[in-house]
C-alpha cells in the first residue's frame, strides 16, 4: 500500500536525473501514484523518454511554460488519458545567464520579464490550465529558493521572481482552498543540478552552505521529494499556501558561524 495509490501525478520540469522535478516524480512513483512527465522539447527524446521508460511512465510532453497553447495541449492531453489530476508539481525556472551574474540593479526590463513570466506566471497558467481536472484533496506544489526572502549574491533576477511565485502560492491556495485543493511551495536548500550550475558562485554558496547548516551537510534530491511525498498526500491535509523549508535549517539562522 502507497501513500499514493490511485492519484495522478503530473510532473513539470525534469531535465535530467539530477532535476528536483526526477527526484519528486520517482518518489511518488515509488508510492503508487500514476505519473506524466513536461519538460521543453529539446530535452524531451534524448533526457526526459528514456527516464521516464525506466519507471515504465507513458505520458511525456513537450511544454514551454511561457507558451499558452502548449500548456493547453498537454492538459488536453492529459485530459484524455487521465481525467483527473491530483498532484500537480511546478519544478522550473528560467532567467537569463547574465542575470544570475553581477548585479540585481543591471537587470533589463526584458530579462525581469523573461525570469518573472516563466518562472512565477507559469504556476498560475499551470494551475488554471489543470483547474477543470482538480477535485477535492488536489494538491498543487512548485519549488522556491530563500532568495525569494532575503538578498543572495547573484541570484538576483530569481529571487524577486521567486519572490512572486512565493505570493503566488498564497494567492492560489486562498481561490482554491474551497475547492479543496491546497497549494504550497517547497523551499529548497542549494542542490546540483543544471538550473543551478546556471547562477555564479554557486559552488561556493554550496559548499560553504554545509557548514553553516544546523544539520551541517547539504540537501539532497531524497530530501526535498520526501517532502513533496508529504505535501502530495493526505498527511498535510490541512496544510495550504504555506513555504515549506528543506534547507537544513539554514534560514533560521540570523548569524550563521558555522565550524
Ligand atoms: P533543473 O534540473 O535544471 O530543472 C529546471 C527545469 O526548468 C529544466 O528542465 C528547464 O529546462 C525547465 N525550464 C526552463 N524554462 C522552461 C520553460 N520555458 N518551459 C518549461 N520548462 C522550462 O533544475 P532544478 O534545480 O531541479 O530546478 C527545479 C526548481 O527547483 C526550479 O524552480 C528551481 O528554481 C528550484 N530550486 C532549485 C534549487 C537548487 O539548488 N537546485 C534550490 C531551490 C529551488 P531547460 O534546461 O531547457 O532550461
Redesign the pocket.
Known amino acids: 500500500m502507497g501513500l499514493l495509490d490511485g492519484r495522478r501525478a503530473l510532473v513539470?520540469?525534469?531535465?535530467?536525473d539530477?532535476?528536483?522535478?526526477w527526484g519528486i516524480a520517482r518518489a511518488l512513483h515509488a508510492q503508487g501514484a500514476t505519473l506524466g512527465l513536461s519538460?521543453?522539447e529539446?530535452?524531451l527524446e534524448r533526457r526526459v523518454r528514456p527516464l521516464a521508460r525506466g519507471l515504465g511512465i507513458e505520458f511525456v510532453e513537450p511544454?514551454?511554460?511561457?507558451d499558452d497553447d502548449q500548456i493547453a495541449r498537454v492538459f488536453e492531453r492529459w485530459r484524455e488519458e487521465h481525467g483527473q489530476v491530483d498532484i500537480l508539481v511546478h519544478?522550473?525556472?528560467?532567467a537569463n545567464r547574465e542575470d544570475l551574474d553581477g548585479l540585481f540593479v543591471d537587470t533589463t526590463r526584458a530579462g525581469f520579464q523573461r525570469a518573472l513570466d516563466?518562472?512565477a506566471y507559469s504556476l498560475t497558467a499551470l494551475t488554471r490550465a489543470a483547474r477543470p481536472m482538480l477535485r477535492p484533496g488536489s494538491s498543487i506544489m512548485t519549488?522556491?529558493?530563500l532568495g525569494a526572502e532575503r538578498a543572495v549574491p547573484h541570484y538576483n533576477v530569481m529571487g524577486v521572481a521567486k519572490a512572486a511565485l512565493e505570493a503566488s502560492v498564497r494567492y492560489l491556495a486562498a481561490d482554491l482552498g474551497p475547492e479543496g485543493v491546497r497549494v504550497n511551495a517547497i523551499s529548497?536548500g542549494?542542490?546540483r543540478?543544471?538550473?543551478?550550475s546556471g547562477v555564479s558562485g554557486f559552488r561556493d554558496m554550496y559548499a560553504r552552505f554545509r557548514d553553516t547548516a544546523p544539520l551541517r551537510r547539504n540537501i539532497t534530491p531524497d530530501d526535498v521529494a520526501g517532502t513533496a511525498v508529504w505535501l502530495a498526500s493526505d498527511l498535510s491535509s490541512g496544510v495550504t499556501g504555506e513555504v515549506v523549508y528543506v534547507d537544513g535549517g539554514f534560514s533560521i539562522l540570523g548569524v550563521g558561524l558555522g565550524e
Open positions: 513539470f520540469g525534469v531535465a535530467n539530477h532535476s528536483l522535478a519538460s521543453v529539446a530535452l511544454c514551454d511554460v511561457s519544478a522550473l525556472a528560467f516563466v518562472s519549488l522556491t529558493y529548497a542549494p542542490v543540478t543544471l538550473a543551478a
